[in-house]
């Protein structure tokens, strides 16, 4: 597998694309901004398939949703369902940095079975926050950073739920699993168990 790192839009927005060689897909993870570079970027694979998926709705990892699904031929984005009503909201929008919604946001559908990844929920950051895991390798949106989480006053946002999500669903993966995280650096489940405070219990 392949993982290409994309620094995306006003924000610093992590877009990744993961690439399978043995069956050639490519999936998009949170197309957050710079259409026409994640584009570009994608193109360079030889692919057999592509899909959009999305940590969750929140405009700074979606706002090239629509320009990607265009270039590329995708009719849908993946997304928990939670989320999909504030994805399709008329306020997903965060003036001056993205002064509009999507025009045309490409139709959002459930995560399915698939033999290429699977999902975790994890509510908090937004009701519909998804972990999405390749192996042992987790895109976890904005819900875990480096010594870090993600903020809970946003709308859908939830104190408490961020926390089971940390620490029910993340610490139980392995120490070895490799989190690639919405904003900021590449960690991993151990680092985190041993040095995040919001995880470690030193953060008061
Ligand atoms: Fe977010």
């Not at 030889?46 to 031929?73: M, P, Q, R, W």
């Not at 699977?118 to 875990?144: E, Q, Y």
């Not at 985190?192 to 995880?199: D, G, K, L, Q, T």
Request: with cysteine; glycine share 8%.
């Amino acid at each position: 597998m392949i993982v290409k790192t994309l620094e995306v839009g006003p924000f610093g927005t992590n877009c990744y694309l993961v690439f399978i060689e043995e069956n050639r897909h490519l999936y998009i993870v949170d197309p957050g901004d710079d259409g026409e570079y994640i584009v570009a970027e994608a193109k360079k694979f030889d692919y057999s398939k592509v899909e959009l998926l999305l940590t969750h709705f929140h405009i700074d990892h979606i706002n090239a949703a629509e320009f990607c699904a265009a270039a590329l031929g995708c009719d849908f984005v993946r997304l928990r369902t939670p989320d999909h009503a504030y994805y399709l909201s008329s306020s997903n929008c965060l003036p001056p940095y993205f002064p509009e919604p999507l025009k045309n946001p490409p139709a959002p559908r459930e995560y399915e079975e698939n033999s290429d990844y699977r999902v975790l929920a994890l509510p908090g950051h937004t009701p519909g926050g998804a972990g999405i895991l390749f192996g042992n390798d987790l895109f976890c949106g904005d819900t875990l950073f480096l010594n870090s989480c993600g903020r809970t006053d946003l709308p859908g946002g939830d104190d408490r739920e961020i926390t089971r999500s940390l620490l029910d669903v993340l610490m139980a993966l392995p120490d070895d699993v490799k989190a690639y995280c919405g904003h900021g650096p590449v960690t991993t489940i151990g680092a985190e168990r041993r040095n995040n405070p919001y995880i470690n219990g030193t953060y008061l």
